[in-house]
């Protein structure tokens, strides 16, 4: 199976949950607004977000598949089923552990995590509350995130693509229960809960029918269960780095009222080109870099990742050139309803803006990183998602605290921050890929590169020129700027896609494997 089809397949489903996830947020927006009582739910729902990016996106997965697949491969379906069974024991042993733990612990952990609301009588006690609902979430990533690990081996990544949606499905839902915001904020987050366990139910049955059935028994540190650890604990720390550079960012911005609710409307805009490309191309490509490795095929490893690489990039800078060139424009657009008001908006777009130039820094992280993990390197990944999170940390709590003393808005200062801790990360994997002989890129790619460049200019251009006329273009789109940007942004994509061919950012011949499979 090709790695454009591996990635059409889990874009596609993962392109159904994000559509979900949009208009779920537009909703839960409009519900909250952005004040006390959605700076609360966002912060209750960040480890949420942390533990699905951290293990249902692939950050467990890919340090899990590869040593799945070899024990398949080399011992066959019941040695593989043992490993999968003892790590499914001994996971949910510890996260099950960790939930109550921080259950307890929460009024502790709060004062990191939203120590600017810790005075506040009200809202800080409810973003404990929130958060103490929203924990057992962490339990059932973990295993839905081994269930996927399992299908994903199989070659099978629809179910495991699907199951989000079952998380929009649900806050949905909770959204339009309560009378006021602070009803709203606890159904919503109850219903965190209980999509995590919905998820779990499905890749369970998933698992189930291709007849490998894991059960729930005592844990036992077997060598294959330390094995799995080995390179798992490495491997999740290595591909949450970004993650926890959002959790770090958003512990600063409690500081500033209002500044998490911003941070977190702009994040599920940037996210959604990292979802449906980062994550999808990384899980498509790391079942081949592990039996190219396995094989010692350099030949194969180098076309690739050479395709991940090219891939990655041909779908991502152009959509951190339309995040840059029209953050106002969308945000607006998308999110201004109900309690979110057009200076939210206005305020978004500086966290936008910014976020936009790192986008291809967080999607290729998520593509050179299984370049080490099918190697069973998870350590050195690790190292460098650390220096990552340090250059966060001391930039953002930098910039933040200068332009607040100088009178700004301080929450931009962490979104360039984490941007830069982004590309720090990126590069590091580069190199230590290049230097180790694992990886080098092509002409034909490098060439690539030039040309996505070049056709993402024009689409910035074009977009920026668009964003103009936004208001006249909305006169014959039924005065509705929500339909406007809509139009715009399909405009977008088609332009893109003429400035793709024209240029060889994409190719025709790209397309026809994922036909012919």
């Not at 889990?10 to 839960?28: E, H, K, N, P, V």
């Not at 490993?83 to 949910?92: K, Q």
Request: aromatic letters at 12%; glycine letters at 8%; proline letters at 5%.
């Amino acid at each position: 199976m090709s790695v454009l089809r591996n990635t059409l397949t889990q874009s596609s489903w993962t392109f159904g949950s994000r559509a979900l996830g949009f208009l779920r947020d537009i909703i839960i927006l409009a519900k909250l607004g952005a004040g006390p009582v959605a700076d609360a739910f966002f912060t209750a729902l960040m480890f949420p977000n942390l533990f699905r990016r951290v293990f249902a996106e692939g950050a467990f997965a890919q340090a899990f598949v590869p040593a799945y697949s070899r024990t398949l491969e080399a011992e066959g379906p019941e040695a593989a089923r043992q490993v999968a069974e003892e790590t499914f024991r001994g996971l949910f042993a510890v996260t099950a552990l960790l939930v109550i733990v921080a259950q307890v612990a929460m009024p502790w952990i709060m004062i990191l995590l939203h120590g600017g609301y810790r005075n506040d009588p009200v809202h800080f006690p409810l973003a404990i509350l929130l958060t103490q609902i929203t924990m057992p979430y962490l339990s059932f990533m973990a295993l839905a995130a081994l269930f996927s690990g399992v299908l994903n081996s199989g070659g099978r990544f629809a179910m495991s693509a699907g199951a989000p949606t079952l998380l929009n499905l649900s806050l949905l839902v909770a959204a339009f229960i309560g009378n006021d915001n602070y009803e709203v904020a606890k159904s919503l987050a109850v219903a965190v809960s209980v999509a995590g366990l919905l998820q779990v139910i499905l890749l369970w049955y998933g698992t189930s029918r291709q007849k490998i059935r894991l059960r729930l028994g005592w844990p036992k540190l077997t060598p294959r269960v330390k094995r799995v650890a080995a390179l798992a604990i490495p491997g999740t720390i290595a591909a949450s780095g970004m993650q926890i550079n959002i959790l770090v960012s958003q512990a600063l911005a409690s500081f500033e009222e209002g500044a998490k609710s911003w941070l977190y409307s702009a994040d599920r805009l940037y996210q959604l080109p990292l979802g449906l490309v980062g994550v999808a191309v990384g899980l498509a490509i790391l079942p081949r870099l592990s039996r190219a490795a396995r094989s010692d095929s350099q030949a194969e490893s180098q076309s690739v990742m050479d395709n991940g690489v090219g891939l990655a990039m041909a779908l991502t800078v152009p959509a951190a050139a339309a995040l840059m060139a029209a953050p106002f424009l969308f945000i607006d657009s998308f999110f201004t309803r109900g309690d979110f008001t057009s200076d939210d908006a206005r305020r978004t777009a500086l966290a936008l803006f910014h976020f936009g130039w790192g986008v291809p820094a967080f999607v290729l992280i998520k593509v050179l990183a299984p370049g080490f993990f099918a190697r069973e390197d998870t350590r050195t990944p690790m190292t460098y998602s650390l220096i990552s999170v340090g250059v966060n940390t001391v930039l953002g709590a930098g910039l933040f605290f200068f332009l607040k003393s100088q009178g700004l808005f301080g929450f931009p200062g962490l979104a360039i921050a984490t941007s830069t801790a982004a590309w720090v990360n990126a590069g590091l994997l580069f190199i230590g890929l290049l230097t180790r002989g694992w990886y080098k890129p092509g002409t034909p790619l490098l060439k690539r590169l030039v040309s996505v460049l070049i056709a993402s200019t024009a689409l910035a251009a074009l977009l920026w020129y668009l964003a103009g006329v936004s208001g006249t273009i909305a006169r014959y789109t039924f005065d509705s700027k929500f339909i406007a940007a809509l139009v715009i942004a399909l405009a977008g994509a088609i332009a893109y896609g003429g400035f793709a061919f024209l240029f060889g950012a994409i190719r025709p011949s790209e397309l026809k494997p994922a036909r012919k499979e």
